[in-house]
């Protein structure tokens, strides 16, 4: 079941080079199995450096990183500088509750769908980039459980354009909703 303009697309961003952060653009194009064109995680297998000298035969189930904006509203909030694509994000989303997806949802978004794979899992060059952000954007719920609030990964079922201010529908997937965990 396809749940009709639950978010939109803030911002896109994308880097060919292995950096933290990630300038926006007008447009990102969005590769089937392989990711953002152009961009230094795109490929069919592992790309963030730490994986690739783990195994660099993993499938890469991090091949688009998407953030909420209302988490840097957050972050402002509490007083850190922070803008769309800064957090190594290629898409930057408002209106729709990443972190609550279950896993294998699809996002139709700019004429592409993504699918959810899991969380990202925040590393310490957050504090590299604003001191104090790893921990800012972890969090516990009421039965103690660690939050990652970092945004979630996705790989690229039908490619195409992307474009800021594109809607975003929802695609449930069928059967038992799995909850996301770190990819």
């Not at 749940?3 to 194009?29: C, M, N, S, Y």
């Not at 592992?46 to 991090?62: A, G, Y």
């Not at 509203?73 to 990443?98: K, W």
């Amino acid at each position: 079941m396809i749940l009709r303009e639950q978010g939109v697309v803030v911002a896109v961003a994308r880097d060919g080079r292995h950096r933290f952060g990630k300038p926006t653009t007008t447009a990102i194009r969005l590769v089937p199995g392989l990711g953002v064109e152009g961009d230094a995680h795109a490929g069919a297998t592992v790309q963030h450096r730490s994986r690739v000298r783990r195994d660099p035969t993993e499938p890469n189930l991090r091949q688009v990183h998407l953030i909420h904006a209302e988490l840097h509203d957050e972050l402002v909030a509490s007083g850190f500088e922070v803008e769309p694509g800064q957090m190594g994000e290629n898409v930057t989303t408002r209106g729709l509750d990443l972190l609550s997806l279950p896993r294998g949802t699809r996002l139709h978004l700019g004429g592409c769908i993504l699918e959810v794979t899991g969380l990202r899992n925040p590393c310490s060059q957050l504090d590299d980039f604003r001191p104090g952000l790893m921990k800012a954007v972890l969090d516990r719920d009421e039965h103690g459980r660690l939050v990652r609030k970092a945004g979630v990964m996705a790989v690229v079922v039908e490619g195409g354009e992307v474009r800021p201010g594109d809607p975003i529908d929802v695609e449930l997937p069928a059967g038992h909703h799995l909850p996301l965990q770190p990819v």
